[in-house]
């Protein structure tokens, strides 16, 4: 089944994630899928020229959308979905790698005023952790084992749909819906402030305007935790410490995120928690009268 759809993809140099990225969604996607890759200005010369490879590489329509300032994740997004021209749009990032068939099972569960999400996986011992699993496919995409990926992928039989979200990348969305939502908040971010927690306000927005999420358990997507600074950190005891308050006091030491932030963030999650079981209940119940 073909889809008419865009992959927007910000982009912060670092193109050996990037090209792994690329390539997984071209041996994998199930469409054929427009590429949006909006790059920042932090490239390097092996980035510029990565990308001159990549309009080679991939087979279908490709733009490249330049900021000519910094305006981080959320801000990249909104700009590469504004210039979709395609009915859905799914969001994506540099440091992950895709699945099989990872297109077609996100837009399958796909309708109008619904965003669906895949689920995100990443090595560590934290098995409370949402996403964690005990297998390592490769700290950086040096180290990848993409056939160890694949036949693990195959393995899990879990096929079940959530309507409580857990990861919002990738995402998959209506753009209209997207647009009309509100789109991502902009101004706030930066390497000082906690993406999770932009995710989590949005979601609640949508939730108090309507909107439906639903998480998908197929497909997964592995994430490098090499591209995060958590990934510093390869010792699965302290990943295993995250859920119990860690995660939040070694990023205010570091200085990724403030008190304010770390509590913000906390508070969010939970209400998301909270609130999208019930909101979708009202909704099913609503169109079963």
């Known amino acids: 089944m073909s889809y008419d759809v865009t992959i927007v993809m910000p982009m912060y140099g670092h193109s050996d994630f990037a090209d792994l990225a690329v390539r997984s969604m071209i041996r994998h996607s199930v469409s054929t899928p427009s590429l949006c890759i909006v790059v920042e200005p932090v490239n390097t010369a092996s980035d510029e020229e990565w990308l001159r490879d ?46 099989p068939q990872w297109d077609q099972r996100l837009l399958e569960h796909m309708a109008r005023r619904r965003f669906v999400t895949g689920r995100l996986i ?8 949402d996403g964690n699993i005990w297998r390592n496919f490769g700290f950086t995409p040096h180290q990848f084992d993409e056939h160890a990926f694949v036949r693990y992928c195959g393995s899990v039989r879990v096929k079940k749909v959530l309507d409580v979200p857990r990861h919002y990348i990738p995402m998959a969305f209506h753009v209209e819906d997207f ?16 993406t999770y927690r932009e995710d989590f306000h949005f979601v609640l927005r949508c939730y108090d305007n309507g909107y439906e999420f639903v998480e998908v358990q197929q497909p997964l997507t592995y994430h490098f935790q090499s591209g995060s ?13 995250y859920p119990f308050g860690l995660k939040y006091i070694h990023r205010m030491l570091t200085g ?3 008190l ?13 928690s909270a609130v999208s079981p019930r909101l979708n209940r009202q909704r099913i119940n609503a169109e079963q009268a």
């Open 229 to 241: 600074r958590k990934g510093r950190y390869r010792w699965g005891w302290i990943n295993a410490l």
């Open 122 to 129: 990443e090595s560590g011992a934290n098995l409370i952790a």
């Open 54 to 99: 990549v309009l080679r590489v991939w087979p279908w329509k490709l733009r490249v959308l330049r900021n000519e300032k910094r305006l981080g994740y959320y801000a990249s997004v909104n700009r590469g979905v504004r210039q979709c021209e395609t009915q859905y749009a799914i969001v994506f990032t540099t440091d992950q790698v895709a699945a």
């Open 179 to 194: 647009v009309q939502a509100g789109l991502f908040i902009e101004g706030r971010d930066s390497d000082k402030v906690s």
């Open 256 to 258: 990724y995120v403030s």
């Open 260 to 272: 304010y932030d770390a509590l913000n963030e906390r508070g969010a999650q939970a209400r998301v």
